[in-house]
């Protein structure tokens, strides 16, 4: 049986002139797409900062005016004549105030972080914990971790909490359960988690541990679990 020719088709071979000027042409975009990512995220970093000082400077305001408003109330409370209904009314007022101060002072202190640490340390850290009771032995634990503005890149690593017993000499809860936690941030993070604890059992303290990607030592913080489930009860 005759074998069957395939037909082929012949290509014009490329000049190499042109393929050098394709070569030069791929090249140079891909540095212009190189610097153009450089300096849009640059631009995204300062447009945050932006965004930053001006939720700083509202936060600000806002705090001068409740401070205002206490001292107002306060010298009420002190030179008027008012009934008992009146009296608690402003009590609640004034307690009321306080609390959003205390708030107000709590978000400025974060941001202030980002922009500018009163530490100078303008890495990884540890902002803050916080701790909500579930039921008895049950607690939410929310995580705040950050870094300031200044850093361009994405922190990354795995973060574990260990709570001690109050002879402390005991591991009574973890979390999570098994191994750590995986975060990415570029200025900071929220990580909740639950932590269970067996009846019966005080805690004394709660260690959170970051472990960063890329670095030798960890970042760790020991809080008072009282102090933290005490401030929720006030």
């Known amino acids: 049986m005759p074998r069957e020719i395939q037909s082929l088709k012949i290509l014009p071979a490329i000049d190499p002139k042109k393929r050098l000027q394709f ?77 959003n101060i205390v708030s107000v002072q709590h978000e400025l202190a974060f941001y202030q972080s980002i922009i500018s640490p009163e530490d100078g340390e303008s890495g990884l850290k540890i902002h ?27 922190a990354s690593g795995s973060v574990r909490m260990e709570v001690v017993s109050e002879d402390g000499n005991e591991v009574i809860g ?26 019966g059992v005080s805690a004394e303290r709660i260690h959170v541990v970051v472990d960063p990607d890329g670095q030798s030592d960890d970042i760790d913080r020991w809080y008072s679990w009282h102090h933290l489930t005490q401030q929720n009860t006030l």
């Not at 039921?135 to 994405?154: E, G, K, R, W, Y």
């Not at 973890?174 to 009846?199: H, V």
């Open 23 to 99: 070569a030069v042409i791929g090249v140079v975009v891909t540095l212009v797409l190189m610097v153009s990512s450089f300096y849009f995220g640059k631009y995204m970093s300062g447009s945050n900062e932006l965004l930053y000082r001006a939720q700083v400077a509202e936060l600000e305001v806002e705090l001068e005016s409740f401070e205002q408003y206490k001292e107002t109330l306060a010298l009420a409370q002190g030179q008027l004549q008012i009934t008992k209904e009146a009296y608690g009314g402003l009590k609640d007022s004034l307690m009321q105030c306080d609390a």
């Open 128 to 154: 803050d914990l916080q701790l909500d009771k579930l039921n008895d032995t049950s607690f939410l634990a929310t995580l705040v971790l950050l870094q300031s503005i200044q850093h361009d890149d994405v």
């Open 174 to 199: 973890k979390w999570p359960e098994t191994d750590s936690k995986r975060f990415d941030l570029r200025y900071f993070e929220k990580i909740t988690g639950q932590i269970d604890l067996p009846a």
